[in-house]
Each structure stands twice: as structure tokens, then as C-alpha cells.
């Protein structure tokens, strides 16, 4: 499959990565209809379990008038790549997480996210710089949602997030740095 070199999609989101029931999905898409904004919906990942899955697809038949498309699977990288350069936001609606690798790729492919307003995305947003990671608290909602996709559009074109801190390089050498220190603890 070739990756998708279009343009970004308006009014387009993404959720993707392991479909887990504490990640959020089935409400995300409950809330879409309540965005002005949001043309569409795609959700990308495999599903922990046939529950999850069963919920998810219930969730979006019973709202017909929505567009979301389901890829219910484990998805190359290719067409993980594709979704990320189509979409205009990645929404991530974690109930609760201590970290996420879909927050970091999202970001590794310019993409901005919309995550739950808790210390370990704040400390994120500090890192990579304004308009990159978007924090809402509370309830996730269209409003919430529209107020996202407004600020991505209104940002425009900007540089990338900085993530250098993350480079294989920086981290070698920081964990290089914390061995030494450890074993001079023990001299």
C-alpha cells in the first residue's frame, strides 16, 4: 500500500492504537455528533477483546447520520501512516493512562492531538511546545471538540513539535548518564 500524500482532511479525526475500553472510544463516538466541526471520524486500531469491538460497532450503528469508519485491526504501517497525514486532529480520550505511544507517534507525524487535561500530557505540551498537544478537562464534548479544531486551524502552518528530547541519541546518552550515576552510588 502507498502512503497517502494528499492534504489534510478538514473536520477529519482520528483515534487510533489498541482499542481499549478505558481509552474512551465508544463515548468519542457518542460526542462527535454534538461537533459542528467534525466531518468525520476514523478509528483505527485492534480491539483488546470481542466486548470492546462489539461495543464500538453498536455505538456507531445506532448513529447512522455520523461518518466513522472502522478499521477494527492491527493496521500496517503504511495505512497507520495514511490515517495520520489525512487527519486534521488526533483524538485521544483516555478515562485514565500514565503514558501513550499514540500521543508520541501522532506527534512524530506533525500531527496534533486532543488528550485529557492530567500531569503527564501538561508536562507533554511544556516539551514539544504551544498548539501541539491540546488539553480539555472534564467531559470530553463537541464544544471541546470544535474548540480543538479551531485552534489547529487557527495555528496554520507551524513548525514541528520539538521533539528532540526523544531522539535515540538524547536518550542514550541520558540513560548512559543515569547507569553512571547509579553505579557510583554503589563505589
Known amino acids: 500500500m502507498k502512503p497517502y500524500s494528499g492534504p489534510v482532511l478538514p473536520g477529519e479525526i482520528l483515534f487510533f492504537g489498541q482499542l481499549r475500553r478505558y481509552k474512551g472510544v465508544v463515548n468519542l463516538t457518542t460526542v462527535i455528533s454534538q461537533s459542528v466541526l467534525t466531518r468525520k471520524l476514523t478509528i483505527a486500531g485492534a480491539p483488546s477483546d470481542a466486548a470492546i469491538a462489539s461495543e464500538i460497532t453498536a455505538s456507531v450503528r445506532t448513529r447512522p447520520e455520523q461518518s466513522v469508519s472502522l478499521h477494527l485491526r492491527f493496521m500496517s504501517e503504511d495505512e497507520l501512516a495514511g490515517h495520520l497525514h489525512r487527519c486534521e486532529l488526533v483524538v485521544l480520550p483516555y478515562e485514565r493512562v500514565d503514558n501513550s505511544g499514540s500521543v508520541l507517534m501522532a506527534l512524530s507525524m506533525c500531527r496534533p492531538v486532543l488528550v485529557p487535561r492530567i500531569p503527564v500530557f501538561e508536562r507533554l505540551a511544556t516539551e514539544v511546545g504551544p498548539n501541539w ?3 480539555y478537562s472534564g467531559a470530553l464534548t463537541g464544544v471541546v471538540l470544535d474548540d480543538a479544531l479551531r485552534t489547529v486551524r487557527s495555528a496554520g502552518k507551524v513548525q514541528g ?6 531522539s535515540w541519541q538524547t536518550t542514550g546518552i541520558e540513560h548512559a548518564q543515569v ?7 554503589r563505589s
Open 133 to 135: 498537544v491540546l488539553m
Open 179 to 185: 547507569f553512571a550515576s547509579a553505579a557510583s552510588m
Open 161 to 166: 513539535p520539538l521533539l528532540d528530547r526523544r
